[in-house]
């Protein structure tokens, strides 16, 4: 998962850190005397120095300079702009690439740093927090359940072929380990054979489907599920809809339809993040038009570059909530900025 990212960001990590080490030694040159945690001891120089050593000013000069660091724009701005494009490449949105590229800056430029800690310490923690603040916090959909009156009725839209039907197999199959009993209703009517798609998932994961004929209005096969789900006391509605482009006006219309009848908890926009910068832009669309909660992005484990993963929290302002990673029902993962960015930057980060 996105491997060619991470790459990258660890070429990137090593060429920022190569840079403030130049820079650094052209402020003074590493010796024996200068190496943090060990200071010059004048009372032990030796009675006759030879006349290529340096004095005990210029010892303690170099000590000062040494011991603290003061990164400047030039020092970084090359490597700075490799990023910028290293980012853009991996279809990280433009300005996802800008708030990290300024936030990296913040973080590394004009700061005074002990040099005793490692100069990659610095550049990792600047790439650390830069990356968080643009994934957001994520979602925890089993806290909201547990936190929220049930039945929770959830929502799944987005254009076709993302992987909302598998999604939402996946996302059942996962709350019910979790403990909560979980209806899905058959909200795709409109494509054929998507019925018995989600039929069959439904069988295999043991959760009991809500279903009319194709070409049934969606909104009300949606009103029964709730209303099952309501006579039964069942904790979660899970909701499938026939895949849709945000300009599409019959088909947005209907899916405003489901949203007063069935009047979901959550809408959650599916998308797949081998789209890349597409699955954003759509995403952004999605939210200006029908409104999102959050997002998941599947088909992450067919994504090097990682881009859709890096910017859609950060560009619509909605969380990231579950990653697909395979066509498994064990395949999905909620979604963790802090484990994503450990992985992004290496386990030693
Ligand atoms: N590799 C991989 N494939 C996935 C993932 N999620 C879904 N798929 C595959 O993507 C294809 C489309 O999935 P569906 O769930 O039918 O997509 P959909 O959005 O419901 O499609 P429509 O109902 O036609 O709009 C299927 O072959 C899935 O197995 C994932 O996380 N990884
Ligand atoms: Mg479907």
Redesign the pocket.
Same mark, same amino acid.
């Given at each position: 998962m996105f491997g060619g990212l991470k790459e990258k960001l660890q070429a990137a990590r090593n060429r920022l850190g190569s840079s403030i080490q130049g820079s650094t030694t052209a402020q003074a040159p590493p010796t024996a005397e200068t190496k943090p945690g060990k200071p010059p001891q004048p009372a032990a120089a030796p009675k006759t120095p030879s006349p290529a050593a340096p004095s005990f000013t210029d010892k303690v000069k170099i000590l000062i300079v040494d011991r603290e660091l003061v990164v400047s724009e030039k020092d970084i701005a090359e490597a700075l702009s490799e990023l910028e494009m290293t980012l853009l490449e991996c279809d990280v949105a433009l300005q996802v690439t800008d708030a990290i590229i300024a936030s990296v800056r913040t973080n590394l430029i004009g700061k005074h740093r002990k040099i005793g800690s490692s100069i990659d310490d610095l550049v990792v923690g600047a790439l650390k927090s830069a990356l968080l603040e643009v994934l957001g916090t994520g979602f925890d959909l089993v806290q909201y359940i547990k936190t929220h009156p049930h039945p929770v009725k959830i929502l799944f839209t @987005?254009?076709?072929? &993302? @992987? $909302? &039907? &598998? *999604?939402?197999a $996946?996302i059942g199959f996962f709350l019910k380990k979790q403990g909560f009993t979980v209806v899905i209703g058959a909200g +795709?009517t409109y494509?054929a054979g =998507?019925i018995e798609?989600i039929g069959v998932h439904a069988e295999r994961i043991g959760i009991k489907i809500i279903q009319h004929q194709e070409g049934a209005d969606p909104s009300a096969v949606l009103f029964d599920t709730v209303q099952y789900a309501v006579s039964h006391k069942i904790d979660v509605v899970l909701a +499938?809809t =026939? @895949?849709r482009f945000h300009t599409k006006s019959n088909l947005m219309n209907q899916l405003e339809k489901i949203k007063r009848v069935m009047k979901p908890d959550l809408v959650v926009y599916?998308d797949?993040a081998v789209a890349g910068n597409d699955a954003v832009v759509r995403a952004a669309e999605f939210e200006r038009t029908v409104g999102a909660d959050a997002v998941v992005l &599947? $088909? =992450? +484990?067919?994504d090097s570059r990682g881009g859709a993963a890096i910017s859609i929290a950060h560009t619509i302002g909605k969380p990231l909530m579950f990653? @697909? *990673?395979?066509?498994g029902y064990d395949?999905?993962m909620p979604f963790d900025p802090v484990q994503v960015v450990e992985e992004l930057l290496g386990s030693d980060a």
């Open positions: @987005g254009v076709n072929g &993302t @992987g $909302k &039907t &598998t *999604t939402i $996946k +795709d494509r =998507a798609q +499938d =026939a @895949g599916v797949e &599947t $088909k =992450a +484990d067919m990653l @697909g *990673t395979g066509q395949d999905i």
